[in-house]
């Protein structure tokens, strides 16, 4: 019963936000989207807030892959270490993309941004595939997952490069997984226990969004930071807590 409330769910939601987007129209990239709030320079570096607070993707990527090394099956899946993997190197190079794009924020820098995100974005989906529903399909999913990704943000710089750009495939790969991903936590048992890392991720990825949205007022309020740095510290946070929580979750021994 629980598994096909998953489905009807997953499929309902999916759905719909894909009959939203084709209803809405190709989604160029809004122009005002490179104008942060703080574009203040800090030790020579350009917007450089915006940019330094990209460190902390790259400090979590690292610990989760040292972490990685000590690979135990009671705290992953034995076959999808590359999974785990491509989710922290994700981390990494949206580290580096991300403070690259803000270096100078444009359209074209902002692919090295999207791109690596892409890859932490499908590494993720398909790890809680694997862990709740089935680590076959989690398996089977994952490389035409992480090429979808990287395609939508392919097809994104095309259709921008001919002045007809379109986001709408972004917005699948960035946002269906975080509306399908909760559904998945509710209703099904995961082989690891606890599973609070993910809720958390998604809690700070959330709260990152917000941050992302508030970028003016944000720092208005607090002067000293602004809502995009703060998104990025909260992202950051997200992923840490995640990494945290595979260190201390042990695989459930179930008698069926």
Known sequence: MRDRIVILLTLAVSLVFLALLVLHGPIPQDPEYHNFADGRTLLGIPNGLNTLSNLPFILVGIFGLRDLKNFSSDRYLTHFKFAYALLFIGSILVGFGSAWYHLSPDNGTLIWDRFPMTLAFMSLFSIVVAEFVSEKLGIRLFWPLVVLGAWSVIYWAMTDSAHQGDLRPYAVVQFLPML?????????????????????????????????????????????????????????????????????RRRVLRIG
């Open 180 to 248: 399908i991903m909760p559904l998945i936590l509710l209703f099904r048992e995961g082989v690891f226990s606890p599973v609070r890392g993910y809720w958390q991720l998604g809690l700070c990825y959330f709260l990152a969004k917000i941050a992302e949205y508030l970028d003016d007022e944000l720092q208005s309020l607090f002067l000293c930071i602004s809502g995009h740095s703060l998104k990025h510290l909260l992202a950051a946070l997200g992923l840490f807590v995640l990494a945290i929580s595979y260190r201390q």
